[in-house]
């Protein structure tokens, strides 16, 4: 029955080319909450011996076909509130998270995020968009507390991790190394020096200023990408002197090194 109500309200989106009200978005997520995804997605079913990959190619195509279709909509769409907007965003995040979750296999469960990752970024989709969407897939949410003993209720941080991850994360971190932060941005620049700050917060890990719980937690890009930020920043304060002092991207780096100095100080009080 809740299958069934799954693929009505799925049909009912496709019957126009639009983005997915709220009630609709919210049901599609209540289901999933309620079963796991291969047994509500039309087609789907799960294999043990196969290492559930029967049932991936559903789930697979609803995640980078419809999922990703209603993401892209909903960040074009002009009939949707700001405050609407955001709760529909997430609650698809949340759907992607249970659909990945229910995909045993890691190579499969990176496939599908890649592509969406790429089709995003290929949009332009706002980077506070995507890295709000991080957060809800690799945080340790309400429903993995309830069914943590299930292996597939599993923290996606190694699926987040990409070479995409990696890509946008090194191109807007070059990009911050020569916007200022927001304390010092020009009016007309302060909310995309806020999303560009947050971004590369999420991505490496540190709190958001002044919105403490909205964090990974942990670094989410390689350290190859780590060491090409900190040469960007070096060769802009070489440069440019003492211009670049309240780059966002220096201040991300500072925040990271004073991070580790005080971990590092916790450690040798704790000897």
């Known amino acids: 029955a809740l299958s069934m109500v799954f693929h009505d309200v799925i049909s009912s989106i496709q019957k126009s080319p639009r983005a997915p009200k709220l009630h609709e978005v919210t049901l599609l997520l209540n289901i999933l909450h309620s079963c796991p995804s291969y047994d509500i997605i039309p087609g789907s079913q ?3 011996d196969a290492n559930g990959e029967a049932a991936v190619f559903s789930i697979d195509h609803f995640c980078t076909n419809e999922l990703l279709m209603w993401m892209l909509q909903a960040t074009k769409s002009k009939a949707i509130s700001d405050d609407n907007f955001k709760v529909i965003q997430n609650h698809l995040f949340r759907i992607l998270r249970l659909c990945l979750v229910s995909i045993r296999s890691i190579a499969i469960q990176s496939k599908v995020w890649e592509a969406i990752l790429r089709e995003l970024v290929s949009a332009h989709c706002a980077l506070g968009m995507i890295g709000n969407g991080i957060i809800t897939l690799v945080s340790l949410e309400e429903e993995t507390e309830k069914r943590k003993e299930d292996e597939q209720e599993q923290l996606l941080m190694d699926v987040v991790r990409c070479r995409g991850l990696d890509e946008l994360s090194l191109e807007v971190g070059v990009a911050a190394s020569n916007l200022l932060t927001v304390g010092d ?3 007309e620049d302060y909310v995309h020096s806020m999303e ?15 919105h403490c719980a909205a964090t990974t937690g942990s670094m989410l890009i390689s350290a190859s990408v780590l060491e090409q930020l900190y040469a960007t920043c070096l060769e802009h ?12 991207l220096l201040g991300i780096l500072l925040d990271l090194t004073l991070l580790d100095l005080n971990l590092m100080n916790d450690k040798e009080r704790v000897v």
């Open 185 to 187: 941005a020009k009016e």
């Open 196 to 210: 560009v700050d947050q971004f590369l917060r999420i991505v490496t890990g540190l709190k958001k200023k002044n």
């Open 46 to 48: 799960q294999n043990d």
């Open 237 to 248: 304060s070489e440069a440019h002197g003492s211009s670049s002092s309240s780059s966002v």
